[in-house]
């Protein structure tokens, strides 16, 4: 067979073939494969001029230094092969980019997936925005203010942009995220140097997009996908020194709250392989991770339904007292099936999990967190009201009273187990007495860890065309303070019972506010610090040994308040030696 530059070649050197005798032809001239042939009036002159012209070979430059020959061509064909049959360079020509994440953990997770995908095709990671030939904004939309920070912050970028150097490639600023799929027209509206918007589902098409952006175009692509959840893209860690990672289990949601624009910027739910997912945390455990977040936008409503054999009658068993507003999904490898094979790779790695729902609480979940030592024995539990008026408005799918039964129960088969939720002040209809039931819900949970914000209204989402924002800002703001004021008593209370405790704690670093102390957290999640000293290697040892990230240490408490704990370092530990001693004082304090 024939090769393309052999081909060419050929077709370069063609002449017309000579005819017989006594047959007549118009003259006609070959170039790059197409007839030219002569005018009627003018004879063979055209052909005649285009013989003296350039022939292809003028039209095609050879291969630039540092551009790679594609295999099977030899040395000669290859010198002379015009640019398309060469092998291109890489998308990314060694150009820099530099992230900037804002918004929830999953956001952290898809800057490591989108920086991932950017690596393989060439780019390399900047230290900051100065020096970046690209900058990627990964935005949030669940609330105004955290929009507001993004349009703020690219109207510093713009003078970044317009400062930059002749010399220099042109800075490229690019959107990701749900903010790029929200506000797309607006955002090219409103914001000229914005070069790229992609979507939560694109990420796979940044090399093209910015490729795109490349030649002065805008380059978009927002499209929501029903079943792209990066299962076979690796994240590439952007801190390499944390001992701490999250990894996304699924992607999008299905309750359709009458205040959340999720559905509407993520798309569907859609979960990853337990395979997968499995897979990833060997990888994080093998470079020395020692604790992992799976995250979803519901991520105890998660549903492996990948391969035949998990496709089942069997439907989803939710938390008594709740309910959905889509149908009951069936079959499938549950939460619970993805907890326990997580939680078996590496017994010395701690698993949490968010953002859960509390409809998909059942008792299964909740038995194996008692039961396996690394699955950390804290609920992130979003309430968003007390009123069962407001959930009814808010789309919840469940009453307060079905609420605190869901945290008796909770309580009761994992004692000990630190709650954390949400909460909205001032949503749509919201009454005096509506907020007064969300105080005393409070009151009556009392919660270690508390997200509370004032309701923010997006447009697309189901209170935005039904529901009227009725609530005045001011009121709002000071329900706000309110709800506030009352979490922040309770947190202090419970976190003062574990003055005189042992908690074990991993290790992240540094404090912010003190060169001389540490940080990491306990098992409910609570941030603990602690003076950098040097302990013993073991309850038993007097060897001592300095104090590291991912280190698992005994922490005695001395201190709190509603945010954090204080105590000293006792020694150094691990899940397992941490989870028999603590067998041996249960057993101890029965007898």
């Known amino acids: 067979m024939m090769g393309p530059v052999r081909a060419v070649r050929t077709l370069l050197s063609f002449r017309p073939p000579r005819l017989k005798s006594g047959v007549k032809c118009a003259p006609q001239a070959f170039v790059a494969g197409t007839v030219i042939r002569s005018c009627p009036t003018l004879g063979s002159e055209p052909c005649a001029r285009m013989s003296d012209g350039p022939g292809l070979r003028a039209f095609l430059r050879p291969p630039s230094k540092g551009e790679v020959v594609r295999e099977g061509l030899g040395e000669e064909e290859a010198a002379d092969a015009p640019p398309y049959l060469i092998g291109e360079p890489e998308p990314g020509g060694n150009r820099s980019v530099y992230f900037e994440t804002y918004g929830c953990q999953m956001n952290v997770n898809d800057t490591e997936i989108a920086w991932s995908i950017l690596q393989k095709n060439g780019y390399k990671k900047a230290t900051s925005c100065t020096e970046a030939d690209v900058i ?8 105004e203010k955290a929009e507001q920070t993004i349009w703020k912050r690219l109207k510093q970028l713009a003078a970044l942009k317009s400062n930059r150097a002749k010399s220099q490639v042109p800075l490229k600023i690019g959107i990701l995220g749900c903010m790029a799929e929200r506000l797309k027209e607006e955002i090219l509206e409103k914001e000229k140097l914005v070069d790229v918007l992609a979507g939560p589902d694109s990420y796979r098409d940044l090399p093209r997009l910015l490729t795109v952006a490349e030649t002065g175009q805008k380059a978009v692509n927002v499209l929501l996908s029903l079943d792209e959840t990066y299962a076979d893209v690796m994240p590439v860690h952007v801190n390499s020194k ?28 859609r979960s990853r392989p337990i395979s997968s997912i499995s897979q990833e945390v060997r990888i994080l455990s093998d470079q020395g991770v020692k604790e992992v977040t799976l995250l979803g936008q519901n991520v105890n409503s998660y549903c492996d339904t990948s391969e035949i054999q998990f496709h089942t009658r069997e439907p989803t068993r939710l938390s008594r007292g709740f309910s959905t507003i889509y149908r009951n999904k069936h079959g ?6 993805l907890l326990d094979q997580v939680s078996r790779i ?13 409809k998909d609480f059942p008792d299964e979940v909740l038995q194996l967190i008692q039961e396996r030592g690394n699955i950390c024995k804290q609920i992130h539990l979003p309430a968003q009201s007390g009123s069962t008026a407001i959930l009814e408005a808010m789309r919840r799918g469940y009453t307060r009273e079905a609420y605190l039964e869901l945290v008796e129960r ?17 949503f749509c209809g919201e009454t005096e007495d509506d907020h007064l039931q969300t105080i005393d819900l409070l009151r009556q949970v009392r919660y270690n860890v508390g997200y509370l914000f004032a309701y923010s209204m997006r447009k697309k989402t189901h209170a935005y065309h039904r529901l009227a924002d009725s609530v005045p800002a001011v009121i709002k703001q000071r329900r706000l303070e309110e709800l506030i004021a009352v979490f922040r008593e309770e ?9 005189g405790t042992d908690q074990i704690v991993l290790v992240e670093g ?45 922490v005695q408490i001395t201190s709190a308040n509603s945010q954090s704990l204080k105590g000293i370092p006792i020694c150094l530990t691990t899940l397992s030696k941490s989870t028999k001693v603590t067998e041996l004082k249960t057993v101890s304090n029965g007898q």
């Open 491 to 499: 947190a202090t209370k419970l976190n003062t019972e574990l003055i």
């Open 410 to 426: 909770i309580r009761e088969i994992i004692p000990g187990v630190s709650l954390s939720s949400d909460f909205i002040a001032g």
């Open 332 to 337: 499938g490898l549950r939460f619970a099936c």
């Open 242 to 269: 944390t001992k701490t990672a999250f990894i996304s289990i699924m992607r999008g949601c299905n309750n359709m709250c009458s205040y959340c624009i999720v559905p509407f910027t993520r798309g569907r739910e």
């Open 346 to 358: 590496d017994p010395e790695m701690r698993i949490r999990f968010t953002s859960p729902h509390p």
């Open 510 to 554: 540094a404090s912010k506010r003190s060169k001389v102390e540490l940080c990491g957290r306990n098992d409910g999640n609570i941030k603990v610090i602690f003076p950098n000293l040097v302990i013993p290697c073991d309850w038993s040892s007097e060897m001592l040994v300095s104090i590291k990230p991912g280190d698992y240490i005994s």
């Open 136 to 143: 990627l904004l990964v935005t949030c939309s669940i609330r």
